[in-house]
C-alpha cells in the first residue's frame, strides 16, 4: 500500500503526496521538536522537515531494502540539520543555537532521539493545524502564489539540485537563482501561519 503510494507520488500523482505528506507529518514534527531553536521558530524547523519529507519521497528507491520511514528520517533531519548550519552564518547568529536533544533511554521506534520535548508557550503545530491543514488547497495556494520559472526552481531546489545545475537547466544566473528562492520564500511565508 505504502509502496504504491510512493510510486503513484513519484509519478505525480497530487492526491499520492498529499496522503503521505499528510501520513508522515507527525514525524516532522517529531524530529522539528528534537531541536532547540533560540529564538527561532519551530515553525521553521518544521518547514524545512518537509521539505526534507517531500525530498524522501521524490528519492525513495521501492527496490531497496531499507523502509521509507528509516529513509524519510534521515532526509528530515538532514534537511532540518542543513537548514541550521546555515542559518548559523553571520547574519543569523540567533540560530546558531539550534541543538538536537537526544534521550538516554531507549524506544520502542526506530530512532532514539525525541523523548524530550521543551515545553513551549505556544501549542504545538500538529495540536492547532493538523485538523484544519487541506494539503490539496496549500498544493494550489503554493502554484498560484509562484511565477512559472518561481515553480520550476522551486521544485528542481527540492529535488536537490545545487544553484549551478537549476541555472543551467533554466537558462540564469546562479544570481537570479538565489534571488528567486528569496522570492520564493517570501511569497511562501504562508505556510507558517497556523491558520493556513
Request: net charge neutral; proline share 4%.
Amino acid at each position: 500500500m505504502e509502496k504504491e503510494l510512493i510510486e503513484k507520488a513519484q509519478h505525480g500523482e497530487a492526491q499520492a503526496m498529499e496522503k503521505l505528506l499528510s501520513l508522515y507529518k507527525p514525524l516532522v514534527n517529531k524530529i522539528a521538536r528534537s531541536y532547540f531553536l533560540t529564538g527561532g521558530d519551530i515553525e521553521d524547523l518544521v518547514q524545512e522537515g518537509m521539505i526534507g519529507l517531500y525530498k524522501a519521497i521524490k528519492n525513495y528507491n521501492t527496490e531497496k531494502n531499507a523502509s521509507f520511514k528509516t529513509f524519510a528520517n534521515t532526509c528530515i533531519k538532514n534537511q532540518i540539520q542543513s537548514a541550521v548550519r546555515v542559518a548559523s552564518s553571520e547574519k543569523n547568529m540567533v540560530l546558531s543555537t539550534a541543538l538536537p536533544i537526544e534521550s538516554s533511554q531507549p524506544s520502542d521506534e526506530e530512532d532514539d532521539e525525541i523523548e524530550i520535548v521543551l515545553p513551549s508557550p505556544e501549542p504545538l503545530p500538529d495540536e492547532n493545524v493538523e485538523n484544519k491543514e487541506n494539503f490539496k488547497t496549500i498544493t494550489k495556494k503554493i502554484v498560484s502564489s509562484l511565477s512559472n520559472l518561481e515553480l520550476k526552481i522551486l521544485i528542481s531546489y527540492l529535488k536537490g539540485f545545487n544553484y549551478s545545475e537549476i541555472a543551467s537547466a533554466n537558462n540564469i544566473s546562479k544570481k537570479s537563482v538565489d534571488n528567486a528562492l528569496s522570492r520564493i520564500k517570501n511569497k511562501l511565508s504562508f505556510l507558517k501561519n497556523k491558520n493556513v
